[in-house]
């Protein structure tokens, strides 16, 4: 599961596979952290190389943001991460590529690879 989406990171490398590489919960503050990372594709990803750059792009959820998607009510039929992907296309993420569209809608226009 990842995002394909081109960027041009900070030393000039394109690269296009995003892909969920942490996350951390904590209920009781009702907090979600989550970090992607970009690989040059999806063969990159696959085979253990190191990411394109250590730029990432990040998810945060809190308070109501965070019940929605993750409270009593959840989507059970689906796991953690599949919720983070659907969340960070519809909320948007902070991106350390501020060049690159308005860093909140870097997954808007993305796929789903």
Known sequence: ?????????SSGYTAGYWQLSEWTFNKLRAELRA????YRDAEAASAGM????EQV????LSGEEY???????RDFSKSDQQLIYETA??????????????????FKRAERA
């Not at 599961?1 to 990171?9: D, G, R, S």
């Not at 190191?50 to 750059?53: E, G, I, K, M």
């Open 1 to 9: 599961m990842a995002f394909t989406k081109q960027i041009i990171t």
């Open 35 to 38: 970090t992607f990372r970009v």
């Open 50 to 53: 190191s990411p394109a750059s």
């Open 57 to 60: 792009a990040k998810l945060r």
């Open 67 to 73: 019940q929605a998607v993750f409270g009593p009510d």
């Open 89 to 106: 296309k519809v909320a948007g993420v902070t991106s350390d590529f501020q060049d690159q569209d308005d860093p909140r809608k870097l």
